[in-house]
């Protein structure tokens, strides 16, 4: 069974920063793309961020880019979120989710996480 | 790049079959076979419902169905149930600095 499970979120000041974790399990992780989206409350989807199956190709949503940093260790199963310069509405639940592909071109999530908290605030 | 435009809401009756639209630009819905659909219930995390326009994962009901027409993507739900009532997501891939835009979600409402 896959699984997806995200810690690291928390409450933080505006300007400050903090690194999400995605533990992976159920299927093999170094032969896909993963991705982070988040969804602010009461509102929709957001993509934020994706990486390829080895980590040469990352994408940013351009709200992130410059501030956020997207990284895996497959030796770990493990997917991060380096998130600095944090900003009010950067706000939300955040959602590991995994593609159904190995790279960036056509995204697919058919597994996503529970979800981490994220709350900034002074 | 700004969303793709989905309805706010749709209802439907059981039994009968709605459609939810998806419109975006030729850099993203109208320029790939790109497009999928993702079920949210309040609480929940997103699941996914089509990929590549018209594909259903394994486990999903033949009542969705996706298509698309030059811009505009559309998800419908035939034989409409009451645990159809869901907030519904079209994504796509996009040309633009932003590899990945989300629609701004549709409320399905089962009458």
């Known amino acids: 069974e896959v699984q997806l499970v995200e810690s690291g979120g928390g409450l933080v000041q505006p300007g400050r920063s903090l690194r999400l974790s995605c533990a992976a399990s159920?299927?093999?992780?170094?032969?896909?793309?993963m991705h982070w989206v988040r969804q602010a409350p009461g509102k929709g989807l957001e993509w934020v961020s994706g990486?390829?199956?080895?980590?040469?190709?990352?994408g940013y949503a351009d709200s992130v880019k410059g501030r956020f940093t997207i990284s895996r260790d497959n030796a770990k199963n493990s997917l991060y979120l380096q998130m600095n310069s944090l900003r009010v509405e950067d706000t939300a639940l955040y959602y590991c989710a995994k593609d159904i592909e190995w790279e960036l071109l056509d995204p697919d999530f058919d597994h996503w996480g529970q979800g981490t908290l994220v709350t900034v605030s002074s | 790049q700004s969303a793709l435009t989905q309805p706010a809401s749709v209802s439907g009756s059981p039994g009968q079959s709605i459609t939810i639209s998806c419109t975006g630009t030729s850099s993203d819905v109208g320029g790939y076979n790109y497009v999928s659909w993702y079920q949210q219930h309040p609480g929940k995390a997103p699941r996914l419902m089509i990929y590549d326009v018209r594909n259903r994962p394994s486990g999903v009901s033949n009542r969705f169905s996706g298509s698309k027409s030059g811009n505009t993507a559309s998800l419908t739900i035939s034989g409409l149930q009451a645990d159809d009532e869901a907030d519904y997501y079209c994504n796509s891939y996009t040309s633009s600095s932003t590899l990945v835009v989300f629609g701004t979600g549709t409320k399905v409402t089962v009458l």
């Open positions: 159920g299927f093999k992780f170094d032969d896909y793309a």
């Open positions: 990486i390829t199956w080895n980590s040469d190709n990352t």
